[in-house]
């Protein structure tokens, strides 16, 4: 299926009309939310739920908020960007270029055996964050691939037929 209408002879790409739909409103919403949720449970009862464990695993849980807030922040950013497409403050080209300093793979978490002794809250904010990053990814990647080419009027099984000859020449 191609991402392009033609319309009264001018060409629409969908890809750039994403940032207004209402699945990238969810999605910001989500996200900000999951941001400001993170920063009072850390700042709040992730503060006192760090005091109480053991050594190992404290060092576990700074080591894991601090990526956890790494990867929201890039997240945040890149939301951010595609707000501001949204709301006509820059353009989609412009967003693509500035795109380029976040970071949609920072800060993996860590092995999940330890992951596994932290509390359930951190647990559970760590994995919604990477349930976010990995929505991100797929939309970023539909919004920046570039566009298809404009196939030639014609009969549009030629190209696949070319290619099924191409495969039994060989």
Not at 64 to 74: F, G, V
Not at 90 to 118: C, F, H, W, Y
Not at 141 to 158: D, K, Q, Y
């Amino acid at each position: 299926m191609t991402d392009r209408l033609f319309s009264d002879g001018a060409l629409v790409q969908f890809s750039e009309r994403l940032t207004n739909s209402a699945a990238f409103g969810n999605l910001f919403r989500e996200g900000m939310d999951l941001v400001e949720e993170t920063a009072a449970y850390l700042d709040g009862v992730g503060r006192t739920e760090a005091k109480a464990l053991d050594r190992a695993v404290s060092l576990t849980y700074a080591t894991e908020s601090m990526r956890l807030t790494t990867r929201l922040m890039q997240l945040a950013s890149w939301l951010l960007l595609h707000r501001a497409v949204k709301e006509g403050e820059m353009t989609l080209t412009q967003a693509n270029r500035e795109k380029t300093k976040v970071k949609l793979s920072a800060a993996d978490p860590g092995p999940a055996d330890m992951i596994e002794k932290l509390p359930q809250q951190l647990q559970d904010l760590i994995a919604r964050s990477m349930s976010l990053q990995s929505r991100v990814r797929r939309l970023d990647t539909t919004i920046h691939s570039p566009p298809p080419e404009r196939m030639a009027i014609g009969n549009p099984l030629v190209p696949q037929l070319n290619r099924l000859k191409a495969a039994f020449e060989q």
